[in-house]
């Protein structure tokens, strides 16, 4: 859900004290840069926790789970990560509250997965971002997404310490449980948001350039995508776009939403089942 930082800056900057901030990656380096031009922060914020992040959604994403998770009414508030023993800890789910205060539960693998995974409601800044690991946060934070911890239900952090402040802290913390792990693991648990901010982000660039469109210099040079690659960013641009637009002129009515983007989403599907049998080794 689309969150500001004002009230929070304002706070630090008006109660003296040591403060930490935690956030998704363009946040923290926001945080970082207002530190670099303000002595008040660079005093006060003592440190900042970064959240490994794939992308954000504008608020039309809430209402959107809400109304297939069956609420009539506008949702009022959310808990994004709830945990049930049944599942593993990928099969998250939502507890959403509407105006009646009526409860509504719908699971990830439940309809929140096609949601998210094809970037509806995801806004064009992200398209862009190539900050995986929150790489201005004096630490990072993650979930481990390995075959190992996938049978906790609780669900399993792993995290990238940058600061010895940090690194200090957490040794000597009461009740948390550290494990050390190699880099390379921490990057395969998050293979599919490096995927989103490599290889994709490269081809997205490479698009860009060729539609005419300005091009943001990232990190990561343009590189032409395979034919099944490019149709699938195309096509995943266009939902992004249309997704909005779609979802207002259905009025919340989730049915009506779900049939304006079915045939997109039916071509995306084809289009992942013949990567798929592509990317199958030769025998």
């Given at each position: ?6 009230r929070?800056?304002?706070r ?6 040591r ?9 923290i380096?926001?945080v970082?840069?207002a530190?670099q031009h303000?002595p008040v922060l660079?005093?006060r914020?003592?440190?900042t926790?970064?959240?490994v992040?794939?992308?954000?959604k504008?608020?039309?994403f ?6 297939l998770?069956?609420a ?6 959310v808990r ?6 049944r599942?593993?800890a990928s099969d998250?789910?939502y ?13 990830w693998?439940?309809?929140i997965?096609r949601?998210?995974g094809?970037r509806w409601?995801?806004p064009k800044?992200c398209?862009h971002c190539?900050?995986?690991f929150?790489?201005c946060a004096?630490?990072?934070?993650m979930d481990?997404?390995l075959p ?8 399993t952090?792993?995290v990238?310490v940058?600061s ?6 957490m040794?000597e913390?009461?009740?948390?449980e550290?494990?050390p ?5 921490v990057?395969?648990s998050?293979?599919?948001?490096c995927?989103?901010?490599r290889?994709?982000?490269a ?8 539609q005419?469109?300005?091009?943001i210099?990232?990190r990561?040079a343009?590189k032409?995508?395979?034919p099944?690659?490019?149709k699938e960013?195309?096509?995943?641009e266009?939902m992004?776009?249309?997704s909005?637009e779609?979802?207002?002129?259905s009025g ?11 045939p997109?989403l039916e071509r995306m ?6 990567s798929?049998?592509?990317a199958?080794?030769?025998k």
């Amino acid at each position: 859900y689309p969150v500001e930082m004002s009230r929070v800056m304002e706070r630090i900057l008006s109660e003296p004290g040591r403060y930490a901030i935690t956030g998704v990656p363009c946040f923290i380096k926001a945080v970082q840069s207002a530190q670099q031009h303000n002595p008040v922060l660079r005093e006060r914020i003592a440190v900042t926790v970064g959240i490994v992040c794939g992308q954000l959604k504008n608020k039309l994403f809430t209402d959107c789970i809400g109304a297939l998770a069956g609420a009539k009414a506008p949702i009022v508030s959310v808990r994004y990560r709830c945990k049930s023993p049944r599942r593993p800890a990928s099969d998250y789910y939502y507890d959403l509250v509407s105006a009646d205060g009526e409860h509504h539960r719908i699971f990830w693998n439940d309809g929140i997965a096609r949601v998210w995974g094809n970037r509806w409601f995801t806004p064009k800044a992200c398209d862009h971002c190539d900050d995986i690991f929150a790489e201005c946060a004096d630490v990072a934070c993650m979930d481990a997404w390995l075959p190992e911890y996938s049978k906790d239900h609780r669900g399993t952090s792993l995290v990238v310490v940058r600061s010895p402040t940090v690194q200090r802290l957490m040794a000597e913390a009461h009740g948390l449980e550290l494990r050390p792990i190699s880099i390379e693991r921490v990057v395969q648990s998050q293979s599919g948001v490096c995927e989103l901010k490599r290889e994709r982000l490269a081809y997205r660039s490479h698009l860009e350039m060729e539609q005419g469109r300005p091009c943001i210099t990232k990190r990561v040079a343009p590189k032409r995508p395979r034919p099944l690659t490019r149709k699938e960013i195309v096509l995943a641009e266009r939902m992004r776009e249309m997704s909005a637009e779609a979802w207002l002129s259905s009025g919340g009515d989730v049915e009506r939403f779900l049939g304006i983007m079915r045939p997109e989403l039916e071509r995306m599907d084809l289009l992942r089942r013949t990567s798929r049998v592509f990317a199958l080794p030769k025998k």
